[in-house]
């Protein structure tokens, strides 16, 4: 067996890794690489195989750094199937639509921009589109649904079994098996205790392991205080009138914290303030959720007897542009989730504009914020911060709500993997920036005495 890794190496987006073996090629993810404009167009575009040498495709969750690039492969000819999990299949549809969206409305700017640019005797590229709707729904006749825990034969002599990963929903971990090496890939490794979704759980033993490393060198607070310390927020920016702005991933992380607020409001912790949802994809996805309660854990079944989760009277369902225009004009206290999680485009940035100059305000970051983004500048408290290419000064609180991370960090990975180390010849850490991943190496290479690699995009490695 051999694998190549060619995205999420040495960097936390573009998951993409290639394996060939029983004389098949497959890929790990074809996920989006997410970064500087150019770079990731170029990265995006062009694969560095032959799209036609692809038997199949293990896809390990929705999220769009893991399944993004698929419609980019299937515009460049790719037809084989694409294995994955139930509830995965069904948030790819909405998901990979949105991306295509997204990536519409930027070009747009961009030209936009290159125009003005132009005017003032600059030069400036023209930007092209990474792929078209039309090309993201190409992508789902393709989708073979694998449920979670099945052994799946892929091709002859090359078998795959998925794990509960405990990172979003459908998400999971995976084991490979052929040519007599047994390889697990982690997928993304989610925490326990996380709403809605169950806990993690460790595949079988495995020759070698694939695993993320987006927190290597971080330690979350725990699950258990995320109520309180929401609570605590909401209550202490309504008390000034000002308004709670959630910049929030629209596929999973939004459905947790509906939940969430559903139950503080439920119990009186929190004032009885309006709420939004304002993304049309986290209300198409949280369809999707309520379609798949398989994936729920014990106390979301609990609460989906006494009626739907992610419904309750001050909630309301942000669908139309015009709708969303209008909450700017209302006056605060109120709480709005929209996308995208890391700021980077969708609602969310014509909210931060109209608000992060009010002290009043409250910016709360609740999800991972990749180098470069303007979700990693507003959690680095920059005094000024690029929206919408202007600059803009930050003067709302910012508050970051880590504990709903959906990745482990370093002790629960090392305890997620510690059933395995003793079999282990390898261990290759992708999924994570070069500082991550050096930390994990060295706390797995004292606790376990293994080999630890941190493969960079194109290094090859033959497992026997
Ligand atoms: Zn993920």
Redesign the pocket.
């Known amino acids: 067996m051999r694998v190549t890794f060619w995205g999420a190496a040495q960097t936390v987006t573009g998951s993409m890794h290639h394996i060939e073996a029983a004389g098949k090629r497959f890929l790990l993810d074809c996920g989006l690489y997410q970064g500087r404009r150019r770079e990731a167009f170029e990265r995006n575009s062009h694969f560095p195989f032959p799209v036609s040498s692809i038997d199949g495709v293990i896809l390990s969750?929705a999220?769009i750094?893991?399944s993004g690039n698929l419609p980019t492969l299937v515009h460049n000819g790719y037809s084989g199937p694409i294995y994955t999990t139930p509830a995965t299949v069904d948030l790819c549809l909405p998901m990979l639509t949105d991306s295509a969206f997204l990536q519409q409305k930027d070009v747009e700017f961009c030209n936009r921009r290159r125009e003005h640019r132009r005017s003032k005797g600059l030069d400036d590229h023209e930007c092209d589109p990474l792929y078209l709707p039309e090309d993201a729904e190409r992508v789902h006749p393709l989708f073979r649904a694998v449920e979670l825990g099945e052994t799946k034969e892929v091709a002859p002599g090359f078998r795959y079994r998925t794990y509960e990963a405990g990172?979003?929903l459908g998400?999971t971990s995976m084991v490979i098996e052929a040519d007599g090496v047994r390889l697990a890939f982690s997928g993304?490794v989610g925490r326990k205790h996380l709403p809605i979704i169950r806990d993690p759980i460790t595949p079988d033993p495995v020759d070698y392991l694939i695993m993320e490393s987006t927190y290597g060198d971080r330690f979350h607070k725990p699950v258990a205080n995320v109520a309180s310390k929401l609570a605590e927020v909401i209550n202490r920016t309504a008390r000034r009138g000002g308004k709670i702005i959630v910049p929030c991933f629209a596929v999973g992380r939004t459905q947790q914290l509906v939940m969430v607020l559903h139950q503080l409001m439920d119990a009186h912790e929190i004032p009885s303030i309006p709420i939004f949802v304002d993304s049309p994809l986290a209300i198409n996805v949280t369809e999707v959720f309520r379609k798949h309660p398989e994936c729920y854990d014990e106390e979301t079944r609990q609460m989906l007897s006494n009626g739907d989760p992610f419904g309750f009277s001050r909630l309301t369902y942000v669908r139309e542009a015009s709708e969303s225009k209008k909450l700017n004009e209302l006056h605060g206290p109120f709480l709005i989730l929209a996308a995208s999680g890391m700021c980077e485009g969708g609602r969310i940035l014509h909210h931060l504009r109209n608000n992060i100059e009010d002290p009043r305000n409250t910016v709360l970051i609740t999800g991972f914020q990749a180098e470069y983004t303007l979700g990693r500048k507003i959690l680095n408290g920059d005094r000024e911060v690029p929206i919408f290419g202007e600059p803009t000064p930050l003067r709302a609180e910012v508050i970051s709500l880590d504990e709903l991370s959906?990745h482990a960090d370093q002790r629960e990975l090392i305890e997620w993997m510690r059933p395995l180390a003793a079999g282990l010849k390898k261990v290759f850490l992708v999924h994570g920036e070069p500082a991550q991943g050096a930390a994990l190496a060295e706390v797995i290479r004292q606790e376990f005495k293994l080999d630890v690699q941190q493969p960079s995009r194109g290094h090859s490695f033959l497992l026997n």
Do not use: E, I
């Open positions: 969750h999220h750094d893991h990172h979003m998400a993304d959906g």
